[in-house]
């Protein structure tokens, strides 16, 4: 199987914006976020679909994935945190997490064209880190 852009990302051979890691898990900035603060959380063990993890990859992505959504609610003081579990963008399995006020806040698209802000996605990076 070819290395994902995650696999990349957790060899470091391309930078991020990491806001956690433990042995199992690694959770960065989507440079393109629906919202302030929106968080990938991913497997460092790349399988292609959240389904087919085994069950102890699964248990751990899901409780550092909790670990990281009620950490974004306190920190950013959002009203909620969203999760989605989309599955056709990258070939690695990961969770998205994003904080939001209203519904539609949550539904919105990110613009995709944009070149990323990395001064900002930095900056909430470091806020966010734990």
């Known amino acids: ?3 994902s852009i995650f696999t ?3 060899k470091g051979e391309i930078p991020s914006h990491k806001v ?3 042995e199992d898990v690694i959770a960065f900035l989507d440079i393109h976020p629906v919202m302030p603060g929106h968080t ?4 460092k063990k790349q399988v292609e679909f959240v389904w087919d993890l085994d069950g102890e990859t699964y ?5 550092a994935t909790k670990k990281i959504a009620l950490h ?3 920190t950013l ?3 909620y945190i969203g999760s989605q579990i989309i599955g056709v963008d990258v070939p690695h399995a990961h969770i998205h997490l994003i904080p939001f006020m209203n519904a539609i806040d949550f539904h919105q698209e990110a613009d995709q064209s944009v070149e990323p802000d990395h001064a ?3 900056k909430m990076a470091e806020l966010l880190s734990l």
């Not at 990938?40 to 497997?43: H, M, S």
């Not at 248990?59 to 409780?63: D, G, I, M, S, V």
């Open 20 to 22: 956690y890691e433990d």
């Open 120 to 122: 900002a996605l930095a």
């Open 1 to 3: 199987m070819q290395d």
């Open 8 to 10: 990349k990302i957790i």
């Open 77 to 79: 003081d959002a009203e």
């Open 59 to 63: 248990a751990k992505l899901t409780a």
């Open 72 to 74: 974004l609610r306190e």
């Open 40 to 43: 990938l959380v991913v497997p």
